[in-house]
Antibody, heavy 122, light 110 residues
């Protein structure tokens, strides 16, 4: 399994950015996908999750990003997205794409990408 | 939502055993599985324990997980410590569609 994030950049407060995650080595359409972020020198923070379309394709978000971030997926090209709007300085972090393993009972990050850095600064 | 509390840091000598705790603030810990992730400097996290005590293939049996319902805590135990075990360790659980990570524990093997 390989997850490759892209799209991280330096953006001003109030700006927007779309992150992408290209997945391979798994049956993407069946997999629930999540974004997890890590601010510099800090711990892991869950951002949100999208279920597979066969399970309804619904999304859940952490409170700090709800209403500003949107997770979507394109199963035709095995790609996950994170649209980030109204960015704040506290959104500065490495953003990881993660995938759940359909064989696991737990809701967890079985696979991780290498991360992409988003820096929000004026 | 609930919180998962871990000690900020632990240290131990090579060859010894260390245990890292993860306490859930509200709700029963046993109601949802607990996972443990290892993150070495400059690397993405990887799973060392899933579903409370299961080990992914490739993770040595020096790593073990357990749950104590009486204290609402999970524990990660690493025996026969090696310098390569030095890393940050995070517990994770979930409830009603939301994931929660513990704050992380820095393990120093000295």
């Amino acid at each position: 399994v390989q997850l490759v994030e892209s799209g991280g950049d330096l953006v001003k407060p109030g700006g927007s950015l779309r992150l992408s995650c290209a997945a391979s080595g798994l049956t993407f359409r069946n997999v629930w996908m999540s974004w997890v972020r890590q601010a510099p020198g800090k711990g892991l923070e869950w951002v949100g999750r999208i279920k597979s379309n066969t399970d309804g394709g619904t999304t859940d978000y952490a409170a700090p990003v709800k209403g500003r971030f949107t997770i979507s997926r394109d199963d035709s090209i095995n790609t996950l997205y994170l649209q980030t709007n109204s960015l704040k300085t506290e959104d500065t972090a490495v953003y990881y794409c993660t995938a759940e393993d359909v064989n696991m009972a737990a809701e967890m990050a079985s696979y991780w990408g290498q991360g992409t850095l988003v820096t929000v600064s004026s | 939502n609930f919180m998962l509390t871990q000690p900020h840091s632990v240290s131990e000598s090579p060859g010894k055993t260390v245990t890292i705790s993860c306490t859930r603030s509200s709700g029963g810990l046993a109601s949802n599985y607990v996972q443990w992730y290892q993150q070495r400097p400059g690397s993405s996290p990887s799973t060392v324990i899933y579903e409370d005590y299961q080990r992914p293939s490739g993770v040595p049996d020096r790593f073990s997980g357990s749950i104590d319902s009486s204290s609402n805590s999970a524990s990660l135990t690493i025996s026969g410590l090696k310098t390569e075990d030095e890393a940050h360790y995070y517990c994770q659980s979930y409830d009603s569609g939301n994931w929660v990570f513990g704050g992380g524990t820095k393990l120093t093997v000295l």
